[in-house]
């Protein structure tokens, strides 16, 4: 079975920083695309960053720059530094991948942005 863990949510002020981390069993890890999502309140879930088995990346326009994703594949793990965090990035973070044809959803880790 494929699953998917998310941690490292919570609450910060505007500016300050998190790593978030997502843990994959039940997957040959190291050939898999990996990506990151969010869902703010009231609105669709939209993509973060994506990163490929050879560890290309690509970003949301609203978080490059500001944003790094990678992966460990000896731990089997992806990860999405967030830096320069801004109220506007209050949401749940997914992590996802696809198996089989199908996506795969973490159950997601609250990060809130706030004074």
């Known amino acids: 079975q494929v699953r998917l863990v998310e941690s490292g949510g919570g609450l910060v002020q505007p500016g300050e920083s998190l790593r978030l981390s997502c843990s994959a069993s039940?997957?040959?890890?190291?050939?898999?695309?990996m990506a990151w999502y969010r869902q703010a309140p009231g609105k669709e879930r939209e993509s973060v960053a994506n990163?490929?088995?050879?560890?290309?990346?690509n970003y949301a326009e609203s978080v490059k720059g500001r944003f790094t994703i990678s992966r460990d594949n000896a731990w089997n793990r992806v990860y999405v530094q967030m830096n320069m965090l801004k109220p506007e990035d209050t949401a749940v973070y997914y992590c996802?991948?696809?198996?089989?044809?199908?996506?795969?959803w973490g159950k997601g880790t609250l990060v809130t942005v706030s004074s």
């Open positions: 996802n991948t696809i198996y089989r044809g199908a996506n795969v």
């Open positions: 990163i490929s088995s050879s560890g290309s990346t």
């Open positions: 039940g997957i040959n890890f190291k050939i898999h695309p």
